[in-house]
């Protein structure tokens, strides 16, 4: 029986997320073009995006989701904000953090309708995995957008990891917030690996969800390391604050 309300619930929302997200773009795409000959960090749009994917989440009694140290991000100032990650849900729960930053993302995403047009309305930063010429782009355009003053957030895991297990880093959110003296937050959650089957679409009942923004690693703490030092030392952080969460 409570496979059967879990399958219709499913539906349920899938179809409300679908119908939503044209109605959503709709708005979006108004927001754009009354915004953009002002707002050219496009903050304005990002906040309205954040509100539609957080909804989700907000909206949905089988994800009950409490985020901690929110105002740890200082508003004005410029960070490299690092999130492990469980779940293509992250995406929506980190919209939950209401503070502008542009998304490190893999090309895929940006191919997905309405989700990847949005993407590129707001300037999120594109990255083809396993390009070192997107490598290379991707440092350009993410040193370009921190100098103007645009927080960048991304998985340094690259991808999803196996249950609630950290995965290696890679080292380019490191050689990011080196090379432009960019503060780093770092961004620890927990249980959204659990709320859907990896591939599939029935929700697995009822999860808690958990984030915990840390206090930011001012640039002068790291200033003399290098991005593959500086790599380890937060990952091991990263680590340490995950089993408090775990734990707390």
Request: some cysteine; charged content about 20%; glycine content about 8%.
């Amino acid at each position: 029986m409570k496979r059967i309300l879990l399958i219709i619930f499913s539906f349920i929302f899938w179809l409300w997320f679908i119908i939503t997200n044209i109605l959503m773009f709709a708005i979006a795409f108004v927001i754009w073009i009354l915004t953009l000959p002002f707002d050219r960090k496009l903050a304005i749009l990002h906040q309205f995006s954040s509100f539609w994917g957080y909804s989700y989440i907000w909206l949905n009694p089988l994800w009950p989701t409490t985020i901690s140290g929110r105002y740890n991000i200082k508003r004005g100032k410029t960070y490299v904000i690092l999130s492990n990650h469980q779940s293509m849900l992250d995406i929506l729960v980190l919209y939950g953090l209401f503070r502008p930053y542009k998304w490190v993302s893999k090309k895929e995403n940006f191919k997905i309708p309405i989700i990847g047009w949005l993407m590129r309305l707001n300037r999120y930063v594109e990255i083809d995995r396993g390009s070192k010429e997107s490598y290379r782009k991707l440092l350009a355009t993410t040193g370009n957008l921190l100098q103007k003053g645009n927080s960048i957030l991304m998985f340094p895991e690259g991808t999803r990891g196996p249950g609630g297990n950290i995965q290696h880093f890679k080292d380019g959110a490191f050689r990011m917030a080196i090379d432009n003296q960019a503060n780093i937050i770092l961004v620890v959650l927990d249980g959204t690996g659990l709320t859907i089957p990896r591939g599939g679409v029935i929700m697995s009942g009822r999860k808690r969800i958990r984030v915990k923004i840390c206090q930011e690693i001012p640039f002068e703490s790291f200033m003399n390391k290098s991005a593959k030092e500086l790599m380890a030392e937060i990952r091991e952080m990263m680590l340490i604050e995950y089993n408090r969460l775990l734990t707390g």
